[in-house]
Nanobody
């Protein structure tokens, strides 16, 4: 059974930093592109950052470029999202997503972790 379990969310002041993590189990982690999405109240879920399966090539939404960094540890089957210079507009539920690099219809979601940026 595949599980993606996010952790590390919470409340942070504007300008602060936070790291969210996702621990994967039940899949061959190195064969999956890993991504972070977020969904704010009343808005559609949007892609925040994505990292390739083995070469660590990453891409980011324009709204987070230069502030967020995605990384992965294939040995520990984990993916992280380091968030800096946080803004109130970053407030959302952050979801971990895994998509197989070849079988693109094979994909999984985590349950999400809340990130709130407020003073």
């Amino acid at each position: 059974q595949v599980q993606l379990v996010e952790s590390g969310g919470g409340l942070v002041e504007p300008g602060g930093s936070l790291r969210v993590s996702c621990a994967a189990s039940g899949l061959t982690f190195s064969r999956y592109r890993m991504s972070w999405y977020r969904q704010a109240p009343g808005k559609e879920r949007e892609l925040v950052a994505s990292i390739a399966d083995t070469d660590d090539f990453a891409n980011y939404a324009d709204s987070v470029k230069g502030r967020f960094a995605i990384s992965r540890d294939n040995a520990r089957s984990t993916v992280h999202l380091q968030m800096s210079y946080l803004k109130p507009g970053d407030t959302a539920v952050y979801y971990c997503h895994a998509r197989h690099k070849a079988l693109t219809n094979v994909a999984y979601w985590g349950q999400g972790t809340q990130v709130t940026v407020s003073s």
